[in-house]
């Protein structure tokens, strides 16, 4: 009950006429950025972060609430309207929405994600609501010890997991800790890794490495291989009565329920995020769907848009439960995210909800009054992301450029870090070139400090005991955990490969492929109308 | 860090020229890619080699002798990173190749243009210049309108228009309005709101 009234009291602050203001303009920014193609969630939240610099706590934490839920909700317009073949599997909305833009059904498509994301996102948001206190009860009793079983499982799940192969996340997680390492070592005073720089003992901001690995590291990947010739954006009929028809409704509603079910579970363990999340609900969704439905997947099933959506929704509220009440960020945009409250000297932690409780219920209400406004805004300004979404590609990435260089520079206003983020996006380009994920590295780069921290604090207790590590009941059942969890990812991305290459589903690397079998699709779906 | 991009930028160097006219395009492009992949590996590698034995030079105070010293984290993490290096390369003698990222511009059957990328990062470099020197509008304009011609822009006066744009809207909006010290240049410096 407690945290009801503190949650009324968080409205009452959300709710003030600015910070209302505020949560608008970074709902549809976010969306905006986020409806960007090539603009992931990661680096919408990165590119954006100096809109925040200037604001006091609560508006730039309400102003980053709202970004993140547009730039999560973003890219599934993108998705759905943009017309490339060879699509990256991993947007798996695209694997049915696209095909159900190309059959003429866009803006129903278009409408079961944006209620799907609302549904999932106000259920998952509850759900914080009255979980993450309790977490942060208990997270208070946590040692040093507990603190770094929790962020090895973090670094160890992040790092093999996410990309095609164990040890190039391990790389990843390698490079990231390495520019962790940078800077002035805390308990002595000394300079470690700095080459004499004295731009770099303060050490490299993780935002340095955010944008550069995602803004800058994208951009030169892209250029290098960039799509020429005009933008294919797949059209969508106008007019209210076209969105959702009674059946699209009674056939969305149990996919936007069991998406929140898988979403949600799998945002708050370090397991991936939303990636992990969407694929997992398009697999049970394929696996439930029965008669018409079942024959639709592959060819524009709406609970192939439904489902995914909403867990990728439910799981990008889930990853706010450890980042509020741990500290501990599970995905590339939760490190950013943990960034940015560190500029204010806000450590994101189990005190939280008893040193700033205000902030963060402010915040918590504004994750609802997002939600509201997402879908507010969505679906009427349509047209509007179509707009975006045909903005010439180098006129797009030059400004990404820019921006980028804002970013950087804004920071502390000297060119050297403007330097570090050019020589971070080129590290950037060569990992997405051969294959390295870039997400372990930013991890790497905000948790390294933390881990070595916490680790440091224990042997101090312990007196050099490395046995300490595992003596709570605690630690133990982290690093079992982390076994399972390993064990489990790799299974599950055993079954994403094998779904993926399973011959249902169009091979999405060629396009050749994707033509030859869009035009009998589109014919098909058709006849069925 | 600092160490990794002579790598990047030598490997630059031999695909820097396109790689079509090679008339065996495809056995040398693979051969290049199989080198670069390999480099990148062992330049990780080699990072981790340097934070061991950079490790050895951090000084430990006295008296820390039984808790753990400055010295230890970046021992592990040398370790970790020379290890996983060494089983990538592993892994790429056995066949199993990186898999280079999607992406909805991403032409997947498009070669690696080194060029364009090299060109890109010049441009970018010129900010180091030009912020200080010619002020914050302008070298968005430079960067903006320079990245747009390069990728492909149709019209050069339309991309150096809007980059012109860009930068003085971001200078009011960063500079003016959210306060942010943008140096407004020697050009707008005397235009009151441009001086933030």
Not at chain 1, 45 to 58: E, I, M, R
Not at chain 1, 128 to 151: E, H, M, N, R, S
Not at chain 2, 17 to 30: F, M
Not at chain 2, 35 to 48: C, D, K, N, T, Y
Request: charged share 10%.
């Amino acid at each position: 009950m407690d945290s009801l009234t503190a949650l009324l009291e968080g409205f009452a602050t959300a709710l003030q006429p600015q910070y209302l203001l505020i949560a608008l303009f970074g709902v549809f920014i976010g969306t905006a950025v986020g409806v960007l193609p090539g603009i992931g969630p990661a680096m919408t939240v990165a590119l954006l972060l100096p809109l925040t610099y200037t604001l006091d706590p609560t508006g730039a934490l309400i102003l980053f609430a709202g970004i993140y839920y547009g730039g999560m909700y973003g890219g599934s317009t993108t998705s759905i309207l943009l017309n490339t073949p060879g699509e990256s599997a991993s947007i798996v909305t695209a694997l049915e929405g696209n095909r159900m833009a190309k059959a003429g059904r866009g803006a129903a498509a278009l409408a079961t994600a944006a209620i799907g994301s609302f549904v999932a996102g106000t259920i998952a948001t509850v759900l914080l609501t009255f979980l993450a206190p309790g977490i942060a009860k208990l997270a208070v009793q946590l040692g040093p010890a507990d603190y770094f079983a929790l962020i090895v499982v973090a670094f160890l799940t992040v790092g093999a997991l996410l990309g095609s192969s164990i040890p190039r996340g391990l790389v990843s997680l390698g490079l990231g800790l390495m520019l962790g390492l940078v800077g002035t070592e805390v308990l002595s005073g000394q300079q470690r890794y700095t080459l004499g720089v004295p731009s770099l003992a303060d050490g490299i901001d993780v935002v340095l490495i955010a944008v550069g690995l995602f803004a800058l590291g994208e951009t030169l990947y892209v250029a290098s291989r960039l799509r020429h010739g005009p933008v294919r954006v797949i059209p969508v009929t106008r007019g209210w009565r076209s969105w959702l028809t009674r059946d699209d409704v009674r056939r969305s509603w149990k996919p936007w329920l069991r998406g929140t079910a898988i979403g949600f579970p799998i945002g708050t363990i370090p397991a991936g995020g939303a990636d992990v999340a969407t694929f997992l609900s398009y697999a049970t969704e394929r696996r439930l769907a029965k008669g018409r439905a079942r024959a639709q997947f592959g060819r524009g099933a709406i609970e192939g848009v439904a489902g995914p959506e909403s867990a990728n929704n439910a799981a990008a509220a889930g990853v706010l439960v450890p980042l509020l009440t741990l500290g501990l960020p599970t995905t590339a945009t939760a490190a950013i995210i943990i960034s940015a409250f560190q500029s204010y000297g806000i450590r994101p932690g189990p005190l939280l909800f008893e040193t700033q409780s205000g902030l963060v219920w402010a915040l918590i209400a504004s994750l609802y009054i997002g939600n509201v406004l997402l879908l507010v805004l969505n679906l009427p300004l349509v047209g509007m992301w179509v707009k975006v979404l045909r903005i010439p590609r180098p006129y797009l990435y030059a400004g990404i450029l820019a921006f980028a260089g804002l970013g950087a520079y804004a920071l502390h206003f000297n060119v050297f870090d403007t330097l570090t983020l050019l020589v971070v996006g080129i590290v950037g380009f060569l990992m997405r070139r051969y294959g390295y994920p870039v997400a372990p590295m930013v991890v790497g780069g905000i948790l390294g400090p933390m881990a070595e921290e916490q680790l440091r604090k224990s042997m101090a207790i312990s007196q050099g005991d490395l046995a300490y590590l595992i003596h709570s009941p605690f630690a133990i059942a982290a690093y079992t955990t982390l076994a399972v969890i390993i064990v489990t990812g790799i299974w599950l991305k055993r079954r994403k490969a094998r779904l993926e290459a399973s011959p249902t589903l169009v091979p999405t690397g060629a396009i050749a492929a994707v033509d030859r079998v869009d035009a009998p699709a589109d014919s098909a779906a058709r006849d069925r109308e | 860090m600092t160490d990794s991009t002579p790598v990047p930028l030598g490997a630059t160097a031999p695909g820097g020229i396109p790689d079509q006219p090679d008339p065996a395009g495809g056995v040398g492009r693979a051969g290049r890619r199989l080198a670069g992949e390999v480099a990148f590996a062992v330049v990780s590698a080699a990072l981790g080699v340097y934070a061991i034995i950079g490790a050895g030079f951090i000084r430990v105070p006295p008296g820390s002798a039984s808790v753990l010293g400055p010295r230890a984290f970046p021992y592990a993490v040398g370790v970790l990173l020379v290890a996983a290096s060494v089983a990538v390369v592993v892994q790429i003698a056995r066949g199993r190749r990186g898999v280079p990222d999607d992406g909805e511009d991403v032409d997947p059957d498009a070669p690696t243009d080194w060029l364009t990328v090299a060109k890109l990062v010049a441009i970018f470099l010129s900010q180091l210049v030009l912020i200080e020197w010619a002020g914050w509008p302008i070298a968005v304009a430079v960067v903006f309108a320079g990245a747009a011609i390069v990728l492909g822009a149709r019209r050069c006066w339309m991309a150096l228009l809007i980059g012109l744009g860009l930068g003085l809207v971001t200078q009011l909006v960063f500079g003016a309005w959210l306060g942010l010290s943008l140096p407004a240049g020697p050009l707008l410096d005397w235009i009151p709101i441009f001086h933030g």
